[in-house]
């Protein structure tokens, strides 16, 4: 497996680097979640970190370069939004039958 070093900037992790796996596609994940244990022997805290791009040069590389930031809100929780799934069951472009 590639690994690439990846900076953290904000929260604890500030201006560390980590080497970070890569997966299939060669990107690093798009979160990156470092548990904390509690030192009192509590649950741990869970760090999350989000990937964005790091700011380019004047020099323009063919791979996309990456760094995490950190997310205090935690991870968002995320839906597929599959068309079948939505709430809304009338079709877009359809009024509905003043009859019913």
């Avoid at 497996?1 to 080497?19: I, Q």
């Avoid at 990156?32 to 020099?59: C, E, F, S």
């Amino acid at each position: 497996m590639k690994s690439e070093d990846t900076p953290f900037e904000g929260g604890p992790m500030d201006g560390r680097v980590l080497p970070v796996l890569l997966g299939i596609t060669g990107h690093p994940p798009k979160t990156y979640r470092i548990p904390v244990p509690d030192p009192h022997g509590g649950p741990p805290t869970v760090l999350v970190y989000r990937r964005v791009p790091r700011k380019q040069g004047t020099r323009v590389g063919l791979s996309q370069r990456w760094k995490y930031e950190y997310a205090p809100e935690g991870q968002q929780s995320r839906r597929l939004n599959w068309p079948w799934s939505k709430p809304d069951t009338t079709p877009h472009g359809k009024p509905h039958d003043p009859d019913e």
